[in-house]
């Protein structure tokens, strides 16, 4: 089953940002440093100490979020720092949906959906400029 969910990027400031909402909301917090999975050697060691993954579950609110890990030239800015997270599911659910809505994507930082260690992965800016994110499994 499909769902989405926020999808929140922070600079360095993701586990204090979580820890905080997880204060004022309560429920799971899970977060998961780049150093601690497979993708370390994808990325150079300063990143390590970063978030590559947080999630936080409280009743019916979820709101997953990472620390910026795209190049210098790709810095945060308001507007760039949120997207919509669709998850779940196999490849073959997830891949129309994804073809579909990234008719008229921008082709810049465009991820076809492809295999990582946690699973299959990618995002483009749709023609709106809405960023999306797909996660499914493997």
């Known amino acids: 089953m499909l769902r989405s969910i926020p999808f929140l990027l922070f600079d360095g400031n993701c586990a204090e940002a979580m820890t ?3 204060g004022c909301l309560g ?3 899970t977060l998961t440093k780049l150093g601690e999975t497979p993708m370390k050697e994808m990325l150079p060691p300063e990143k390590h100490q970063r978030i590559i993954n947080a999630n936080l579950k409280s009743g019916f609110i979820e709101i997953s979020a990472t620390d910026w890990m795209a190049a210098p030239e790709y810095l945060p800015q308001p507007g760039n720092t949120f997207s919509i ?3 779940g599911g196999t490849l073959d659910e997830v891949k129309p949906i994804f073809d579909k809505l ?5 082709k ?3 991820q076809a959906l492809h295999d990582l260690p946690f699973g299959v992965y990618g995002q483009f800016t749709d ?3 809405t960023r999306w994110v797909f ?4």
């Open 135 to 138: 996660v499914a499994e493997k």
């Open 85 to 87: 997270f669709i998850t």
């Open 102 to 106: 990234s008719v008229g994507a921008s």
């Open 127 to 129: 023609k709106f400029e």
């Open 20 to 22: 905080f909402y997880h």
């Open 27 to 29: 429920g799971d917090l």
């Open 108 to 110: 810049n930082r465009f």
